[in-house]
């Protein structure tokens, strides 16, 4: 069984910001809340990177462990996804998050007021795959339709990759090779190695 | 940040409301078709009584089922020309899917590209046909408004001529809307009417061809993966062209490329450099001179290269001698070493491509940068080759097109020029006489004489009569596709708004036009369908053409823009006559019509060979092309490079490939390759121009030959190749000319003499040397000149400007200003540019809610030092005081992305007036989510002194706290 994983290469992500707008266009995101985010660092000097931020979908997710009302789950295929219908905006997941992923809308209309919401991976959520209450909440299930996030898929320079977790990291272990050096894959060590990893 | 937007929410309520009322579970599809239809609904609830909305008549929401149509449209953004799937259904755009068989974008986009469908979609758009009436905004109905301005303009030209009125074109329309404008202009009988082309790349379009023969991108854009070195001057692609990064980072890393960014800002492209070279704005020569100096002095010049194929690199050389390290970088501020390094990297490292933008052309000597990079490349021998040449990322998505084909104030349609020969020819493609034609116009002189250039509409306005080379002044505008703060000296331009008796306003969206002077009546806003709700073809950057599905029906009460410039010309009472040989249906001329009239014309740049049929396979077959060749190696389309990249000589039926790297002898020309064009005559003080030794392989003649003509066939003895058609078709012609002798390769009008040329493996324009010393140009030798509003006054008895003088009907002035100090009140160099989110004036991005969210704030970059000696913290307001005595107030972004002593501003903001907000003079619902100062507040005079571009890439500026 594949594991879904986002891997963003920070040699080549130029912060265009597509990710972000075709994950509003997709689904339908309001204003005031970016499910995926480019940051930049040492912004405007030698040594400036961008990286495309978003739920990680961590094995051994933090959020999951936190929460008070257990509405956060992980699928089979690895993809953490939680229930606004059981969310009670309590904010411990933004907390425990380490990639900052869950957002509150303050007062919109956006599935319930208050609830949490975050990046799906394109995998909607508990409801039926691809129903009208699943788009309300969730926004659009790619990966049911089998596709992949649109998000990776019109990254300009193909710096944020998303699928199976060993096929994006046999494409980012050739770039290196390629490149020479590597230390660009952001967060990867963090989401899905654990605090040993990171030793 | 972050704000919140009142009616973004609205618009979610007005969605969920209309599900909470249908009250019935749908199907994902189902849901999607509803959700598209809502967007429609939710404008009305939000403004308009609902029977405006007919696409929502037209879909019944009971219907909770429909088929879903895939339509492949291009990004109406930039010029890298990416493909998009739109999901359509029962009419509403539902959804956007990555198009992977392109082989321009490979299924990638920008932030831009991914938010193409609001901007059809959204609900800040013009929904129905308004005037300004005692300083309201009134919807009028079609009838009214097209009878209203019609008859307004057809006074004036009664009143004053048809030069007083000014028809201002688009780059964003289609290659065929583009090519009406410019024919709508031609029957109204004016050059007064032009395109952002003017203000983009056209000193690269005269400085390039002026040196090379075509004044265009060299090579294609995938060809740039290819390149051992690559050299980005005044360019930022990771914002201005994103997806051109993809190819750019291919190179990078698979090919080992180097990349070098010279700009005066750390751009996000600098981040990704191997070097990053600051120089000073408005140094582009001296850089360039000071790289060769090097080459020279090591003899690393390409010698049999420039034997073979240049012309005058002797007089380069003389000049560059006066460039040594120490001058070079007393001017540009680029240290010695760094210099050399570039130099010897890239030389070590060919072939070299040389990539520029705007920070290259928007400068009075624009058109001297551009010739002085090009003579670089000549020198190197990077000239016409893959991997090598000059890359020349254009800004709209169809510049290059309408650059090719649109309404410019200097030329008709494909280069053919003003003269009498030019109106000519078009008159036999357009099948009307040419008396007619002449007839339209004020006078003779003034049919051949350029038209006012955009830069400059305002003087037209503003200056006295008797400064003016017509007859009276302009006296209305038609701003058909075109924002007005990316014009520089906005305080003129505002005054020349509220001066004019009549605005008409055809767009999308209102623009800042339709705000900006403070007008009370006679201005009218008509509500354009955008791109992708007409079909057409469309040109980017690497040539290549490309055929745009119509995704949706014009939305609201919105027309396209082919119908609309068809019930002007009813109006005017020429339809007949211009729409001659095009198909009209529903008043609306068909697309496929007006490609095939100017394939009949276009023979100069080779745009005869790409017919609607073969542009829409190339579509079709997207998924045969390869990502790097751009070439077909199977099916219906083999043979051909994607997008048939112009010159795709001949006529459609000899299936020319189309040509992707220019200038590139290592094919045959039937193949896609050429040689430079033979377009200065055959020799010059008694040295010949033609190449030496040298032609494309396949070729019959290997040494260079003049253009072809039917002369030249018959002493030649190929005429008898010609079929008795096209023979037929010459004799006609030659008629026409008095001499069949004189027909050529750019007026045969049957292809004739272009096909033979090929079939003996010639080039039509013939077989010529490169310039590197164009003696038509003020400077022939590329010369250093400090810019108008200059830092440096050291500089000046040696660097000065030239002198004032009188062009394009206009004074232009030069010395007269740079002889002023305004260095010691305006100390800061000021300069602009692009973000990724925003396009252009920013009135359609700015207008589209998930682009707008991402940069919500005007603001200029400044230094920490220049930040701290004005007390200036990161996030304080400031105002920013331009020399002409305009101010702006932005927010300040300390950093050091700028050096000392510069000031950047992104160009894409509007709709504030120094220090005054505009939004509530917009019609109600269409004010732009974000509003902010235009940067050309403070821009100021300079223009190019062989195109008008303007100077808008450094100024001076002093700056203060708010």
New interface residues.
């Given amino acids: 069984m594949a594991r879904m994983k986002f891997l963003c290469d920070a040699e080549r992500c130029i912060e265009c910001n597509a990710c972000t707008t075709a994950c509003k266009n997709e689904h339908e995101v309001p204003w005031g809340m970016q499910r995926r985010r480019v940051v930049t660092i040492n912004d405007g000097v030698p040594g400036e990177r961008s990286i495309s931020v978003a739920c990680m979908h961590c094995n051994d997710a933090p959020c999951i462990a936190v929460c008070p009302v257990d509405c956060i789950y992980q699928t089979d295929i690895g993809v953490v996804l939680h229930s606004k219908d059981v969310c009670i905006g309590c904010g411990y997941c933004y907390y425990a998050c380490p990639f900052g992923a869950p957002q509150y809308p303050q007062a919109s209309n956006f599935g319930s007021r208050g609830k949490m919401d975050k990046c799906t991976f394109c995998a909607g959520g508990p409801e039926e795959n691809n129903s009208e209450a699943e788009y309300l909440k969730y926004g659009r299930n790619r990966i049911a339709e089998g596709k992949l996030p649109l998000c990776a898929e019109v990254c300009s320079t193909r710096s944020l990759l998303a699928g199976d977790g060993d096929m994006i990291a046999e494409i980012y272990r050739e770039r290196v090779l390629r490149r020479g050096f590597g230390s660009g894959a952001w967060g990867w060590n963090t989401a899905y190695y654990g605090s040993l990893a990171e030793e | 940040m972050?704000?919140?937007?009142a009616s973004?929410?609205i618009r979610?309520?007005g969605?969920?409301a209309q599900?909470a009322a249908a009250g019935e579970?749908?199907?994902?599809r189902?849901?999607?078709r509803n959700?598209g239809l809502a967007f429609g609904g939710a404008g009305a609830l939000a403004a308009l009584p609902l029977q405006l909305v007919k696409k929502a008549e037209a879909a019944n929401p009971a219907v909770a089922e429909g088929e879903i149509v895939r339509r492949k449209t291009i990004c109406p953004f930039c010029a890298v020309g990416c493909s998009i799937w739109a999901e359509v259904q029962n009419g509403a755009w539902i959804?956007?899917e990555?198009v992977f068989e392109s082989p321009v974008n490979m299924?990638?986009?920008?932030?831009?590209?991914?938010?193409t469908?609001?901007l059809a979609i959204g609900h800040r758009r013009l929904k129905y046909p308004t005037k300004l009436q005692g300083g309201q905004w009134q919807r009028i109905s079609w009838e009214q408004a097209i009878d209203e301005i019609g008859d307004r303009l057809l006074k004036i030209r009664e009143k004053a001529g048809p030069d007083s009125v000014y028809w201002l074109g688009s780059a964003k329309g289609s290659n065929e809307m583009g090519y009406l404008q410019r024919k709508l202009a031609a029957f109204w009988g004016t050059n007064n009417t032009d395109d952002q082309a003017r203000i983009c790349h056209s000193t690269t379009v005269a400085g390039v061809a002026n040196t090379f023969g075509y004044g265009a991108m060299t090579n294609g854009l995938n060809d740039l993966q290819r390149s051992k070195f690559l050299m980005i001057i005044g360019g930022n692609p990771?914002?201005a062209h994103?997806?051109a990064?993809?190819h750019l980072?291919h190179a990078k890393?698979?090919n080992g490329a180097k990349l070098v960014v010279v700009d005066p800002r750390?751009t996000?492209?600098a981040?990704?450099a191997d070097e990053?070279v600051r120089i000073r704005s408005g140094t582009d020569v001296a850089f360039t001179w000071g790289l060769l100096w090097h080459v020279f002095e090591n003899g690393w010049e390409d010698k049999e290269f420039i034997r073979q194929r240049v012309w005058g690199m002797d007089e380069i050389r003389k000049e560059v001698a006066n460039w040594p390290p120490d001058e070079v970088e007393r001017v540009t501020g680029v240290p010695p070493d760094q210099m050399r390094r570039v130099i010897q990297t890239m030389v070590e490292n060919e072939p070299a491509s040389v990539i520029w933008c705007m920070g290259v052309t928007q400068h009075h000597i624009g058109s001297s940068n551009t010739r002085a990079l090009c003579t670089l490349q000549l020198a190197l021998g990077n000239a016409g080759q893959s991997g090598g040449g000059t890359a020349i990322f254009r800004g709209h998505d169809n510049i290059q097109g309408l650059t090719d084909l649109g309404a410019l104030s200097h030329s008709l349609p494909a280069y053919y020029g003003l003269e009498e020969g030019a109106w000519q020819h078009w008159a036999r493609v357009w099948d009307i006489e040419y008396d007619w034609l002449l007839s339209r116009f004020a006078s003779k002189k003034l049919m051949e004489t350029k038209g006012i250039p955009v830069s400059r509409w305002y003087d037209g306005v503003l200056e006295a009569e008797e400064n003016i080379d017509q007859p009276h002044n302009i006296r209305a505008m038609v701003f058909w596709g075109h924002a007005p703060n990316s014009q520089t000296r906005q305080p003129d331009l505002k005054k020349a708004l509220e001066t004019l008796d009549t605005l008409v306003i055809i767009d999308p969206v209102p623009t800042l036009t339709a705000v900006l002077g403070n007008r009370t009546d006679n201005t009218y806003l008509l509500p354009a369908g955008t791109t992708m709700e007409y079909a057409g073809s469309v040109t980017n950057t690497s040539r290549m053409v490309q055929w745009r599905e119509k995704v949706i029906e014009p939305m609201f009460e919105a027309k396209t823009d082919y119908e609309i410039l068809y019930l002007f010309a009813r109006k005017f009472g020429f339809a007949d006559r211009m729409f001659k040989n095009i198909a009209v249906e529903n008043d609306e001329p068909i697309a496929e019509d007006i490609t095939r009239e100017f394939n009949r014309g276009s023979w100069t740049i080779g745009y005869t060979g790409q017919s609607p049929e073969r542009l829409k396979a190339h579509m079709r077959y997207q998924h045969l092309f390869d990502s790097t060749t751009t070439r077909a190696e199977s099916g219906p389309v083999k043979g051909d490079f994607y997008g048939l990249p112009w010159p795709c000589w001949g006529t459609p039926e000899m299936r020319h490939p189309g040509t992707p790297v220019l200038y590139d002898t290592s094919k045959p020309v039937a193949d896609g390759g050429l040689c430079f064009r033979a377009r200065w005559g055959v020799e010059r003080g008694g040295v010949s121009l033609l190449a030496d030794g040298t032609a494309p392989v396949g070729s019959e003649i290997k040494d260079g030959y003049p253009e072809f003509t039917m002369a030249l066939l018959q002493r030649l003895g190929w005429d008898e190749d010609l079929t008795p058609q096209e023979r037929q078709t010459i004799e006609q012609i030659g008629a026409d000319l008095g001499s069949v002798g004189a027909v050529n390769w750019k007026t045969d009008l049957s292809g004739g003499i272009q096909r033979v040329a090929i079939l003996h493996g010639c080039a039509p324009f013939g077989n010529g040397k490169a310039r590197s010393y164009a003696w038509n140009y003020p400077d022939p030798v590329p010369l250093h000149r400090e810019p108008l509003y200059t830092p440096r006054r050291d500089l000046l008895p040696k660097y000065r400007t030239y002198d004032d003088r009188h062009d394009f009907r206009l004074p232009v002035l030069y010395w007269s200003i740079q002889s002023q100090d305004f260095s010691d009140r305006f100390p800061l160099i000021l300069t602009s540019g692009r973000l990724?989110?925003f396009e252009g004036g920013g009135d359609e991005t700015r207008a589209n809610?998930?682009?707008a969210?991402?940069q919500q704030q005007m603001f200029a970059?400044v230094n920490p030092r220049e930040a701290e000696a004005n007390y200036i913290e990161n996030g304080d307001m400031i105002w920013i005081y331009g020399p002409d005595g305009a101010r702006i107030r932005v927010q300040a972004l300390v950093?050091?992305?700028v050096g000392p002593g510069v000031v950047f501003m992104p160009f894409h903001f509007g709709g504030y007036w120094q220090g005054e907000n505009l939004g509530d003079r917009y019609p109600e619902g269409t004010v732009p989510y974000v509003l902010g100062e235009a940067t050309n507040t403070v821009q100021t005079y300079g223009y190019d002194i062989f195109t008008q571009m303007q100077e808008s890439k450094v100024t001076l500026c002093r700056i203060e706290r708010a």
């Fill in positions: 972050l704000k919140k937007c973004g929410f979610r309520q969605l969920s599900f579970s749908v199907g994902r189902g849901f999607l959700s959804g956007q990555p299924g990638t986009h920008c932030a831009k590209g991914a938010a469908r609001e990771a914002e994103p997806v990064m993809l980072l890393e698979a750390f996000r492209t981040a990704h990053y990724v989110e809610v998930w682009l969210e991402l970059e950093t050091r992305r």
